[in-house]
């Protein structure tokens, strides 16, 4: 996949906006400001945004708590975001769901939920959709070392190499399941081996190099579009912190940490872009400076935002009658179709941006250094 | 035109709807070639071809998750589970992503789950659920239960159409019952969800009934009625979610006496709530106990003579009937 120098600038960009949203949440909930519990993702943001980077505007994601970055790449605002940490009454779910369980099926994001691994099946029927609809697009399925273990991630990874779905799964090896290490999880040494036993392809790679991330999810989802069924892609990474924001991680050697934080995909992509001279020290501080203001406006904007009226705490339980339309096909946005808007509020769905993708522009002045 | 069996109905609403509506599909274990285990979709795959009628691996999560994620997209899957049994198998994808989806997303899940339930076929501990009351205990999904051919037919339209997520609990005791062969109307109908009907009418009795036990209900109120000129209301629930609280209530009301049936164990059953729901809204309509007849709180059994004294049956409804009726 070529990548051009505002496409590195734009991949840095997100992943930095990626680690100073999570580093902000993480504020809001020692301030007591997060209503809940706050799960991150520090180490991920090569393979959350590196993977996302691979695909097409009209591909879709079934991203999990820990994809902030693909959330991002994709286009989810910062302040639907924020307002779902916060549980405003405007946030995606009207406050009834926290957590980065959001999304807008109308821009290829579909919403998790806690029980990990269970989103992979839903991925077979959104793939399965575009098989049987005869849609170009594919499907990328990401889900933790942990959700290996399910039942679900093994019905789906079959099923889908038995249809030959248009899925991309992407294990994104973080060396722990809560506070279990992987060798308590499994017993191979890479997690793409399970690809073998599908008859699907299957590749390992350092979720923490960037550049190795997109070309190697870059070549399977090539391969996926073409039609030739799934592929299994272990992104190799570590979760620096705990499994929430509550625990420790003291059951994490020391020395385990420390190798791992010398390997942060962060200044790796850094040292590269500097060395390329693509990353300048004012654009890098253009980008910084970018990057807070962005975080200040979605947090200033959920705090401002109103909690959820107490009143519809027994609402919207079932959707209305009339039309759904396929995704994806023509006029899908017609507002006849139940589907088109969010009937909760009757607006249109408001997880991404209007303006889709998250941009960093820089000034021309700084461009052309 | 010549009638059809229970089971004969549940295959013309499938094949009627994805004639009707492209988005409609099937999957499930079994249901192209073999045609499912109780043929209700035979010839489905040939005329429909293999990717409207999927043959699926053994596997219901990846069954009811292909179908919420399809769903999603805006196409009508229905879900078969080839024993009701096994949709404990799926559960979670029934209880926290199907049935939480539009409430904290938005997003309409149009999906339809059926499959055989009930027992009376000696099919066992495994192959005799009736699963209703978990489902009927969560928010956000629909359940149905037809007794009849026209309302097979009928409640499945109505399922398939429908923007949620619905359980369609179909009983493999009726499938292919001669006495409930009829002939269904020629033009497109539906049984509306959420309407339940009245079978018989009568003033000193109301039984509340679904599924199987309506026809053993309906032969209990013709005994009451010969030997004891006692004249019981039979009510159809058809729909356990969302129930019909008004045709339900205005029965009762004018009858005074409820006896409950239901072929499901007894505590927690859809029967505990109705007695609630009478309680709480005609405690002074009530001139006896609010009354239920409904399986012992134990696992399904597989003798024969287990079998039947495990089951509710006309017997069962009379004796706890002329009890009430004392009243």
Redesign the interface.
Known sequence: MRLERADLLQIYYVMRLTRAMEDRTRMLFLQGKVVGGVYTAQGHEATTVGAAWTLADSDFIVPQHRDLGMHLTRGTSPRAVMCQWLARGNSPSLGFDGQLHIGDIHHGIVPSISMLGESLPVACGVALTMKMRKHSTIVMAPCGDGATSTGPFHEALNFASVQKLPIVFLIENNGYAYSTPTFQEFAIANLSERAVAYGILGESVDGNDLLKVIETVGRAVEQVRGGKGPALIECKTFRVRGHSEADKADYVPAALREEWLVKDPIPRFEDYLTREHILTPDIKAEIEEQVKAVVEDAVNFAEQSPAPDPSTVADYLFAPDGPVAIIGEPESHDPRYINALDRRTGKTFNSVTETGKPAFVATEEVGRR | MSAVTYLEAIGQAIREEMLRDE?V?LLGEDVGTYGGAFKVSAGLLEEFGP??V?D??M?E??I??????????????IAEMQFIDFITCGF??II??AS???????????MVIRGPSGGGVKGGPFHSASPEAWFFHA??I?VVVPSTAYDAKGLLKAAIR???PVLYLEHKLLYRLPELREELPPEDYIVPIGKAILRRKGEDMTMLTYGAMVHQCLKAAHVLEQEHDVQVEVIDLRSLAPLDKETILESVKHTNKVLIVHEDTLTGGIGAELAAILAEDLFEYLDGPITRVAAPDVPFPYAPALEAAYLPNEEKILTAARKLAAY
């Open positions: 988005a599909f990717e409207r999927i699926t691996p596997a999560a990846a009811i998750g292909s179908a919420v994620g399809a769903a999603l997209m805006g196409m009508r899957p979670d994808q926290n992503m939480k989806m539009y409430w904290r997303s938005g997003m309409p899940v149009p928010p956000g629909k429908e923007n949620n």
